[in-house]
């Protein structure tokens, strides 16, 4: 359960803005996206390399674009 603090002579506007920046720092939705399928652990370690090496090509500057 998230609690938004708000101050005295805070708009709605503001308390809401507070509570959508806590919201989306807890992760949830991204963790729902996340389980929504079902990922081989194979597959998710190939993606991640394949990221990491991506990465390391943008540092170097050996990428071609």
Do not use: C, H, N
């Amino acid at each position: 359960m998230l609690i938004v603090q708000i101050k005295e002579g805070d708009t709605i506007e503001k308390a809401l803005k507070k509570y959508k920046k806590k919201f989306e720092k807890t992760g949830v939705v991204k963790q729902l996206r996340v389980r929504k399928q079902f990922i081989k652990p194979s597959i998710r370690r190939r993606e991640e390399i394949i990221k990491a090496v991506y990465k390391q090509k943008l540092q170097e500057g050996t990428l071609d674009k």
